[in-house]
């Protein structure tokens, strides 16, 4: 009787362990600040599922200054790249799907998003959202040029 409740609890246990596998990384929603935090953007990384296919949205606002900091940073260059990535099982290539944007630091841009999905297939399929952050820097931050790279990954992709 032991053995059997033994062995109920490691198959419960592998359950429990492949669900938190294919679970989505929670979804990314925050301010990045560049600069030694003069710049800021906004980025979103977010995974859902229907019954039969997985997405990902990345998003990115455009990089400003961040009010908090002393000193303003104008006329900075900065450039985003978005990208949404997705592999339907382990023979396929990856398929991606991105988008940049240039700028100037106190220009006005239009936030930037794209988006990618998949047939749930297969155990080994990843989904992947990017955004990349490159921008000068102004002086008062002591840095020239800042890049930060947020990532986030769905291995298993809700199976």
């Known amino acids: 009787m032991k053995s059997i409740n033994r062995i109920a609890s490691a198959l419960a246990f592998s359950l ?14 925050q301010q990045v600040y560049l600069c030694n935090s003069h710049l ?4 979103d990384i977010t995974f859902g ?12 606002g455009q990089v400003k200054d961040n009010p908090f900091a002393h000193g303003v940073a104008t006329g900075m260059e900065y450039s985003v790249f978005v990208a949404a990535s997705t ?6 290539s990856w398929s991606i799907n991105s988008t940049q944007q240039d700028g100037v630091v106190g220009t006005p841009q239009s936030a930037i998003d794209i988006g990618n999905s998949t047939f749930v297939n297969s155990s080994n399929c990843q989904i992947k959202g990017t955004v990349v952050l490159s921008t000068g ?23």
């Open 40 to 43: 800021q953007a906004k980025v």
């Open 137 to 159: 820097c102004p002086a008062v931050s002591k840095m020239t040029h800042d890049d930060v790279t947020i990532e986030r990954t769905w291995i298993g992709c809700g199976l």
């Open 49 to 60: 599922q229907t019954g039969t296919t997985v997405n990902v949205l990345t998003e990115s």
């Open 87 to 92: 592999r339907p099982n382990d023979t396929s």
């Open 16 to 29: 429990v362990s492949a669900t938190a596998l294919a679970a989505p990384p929670p979804n990314y929603s």
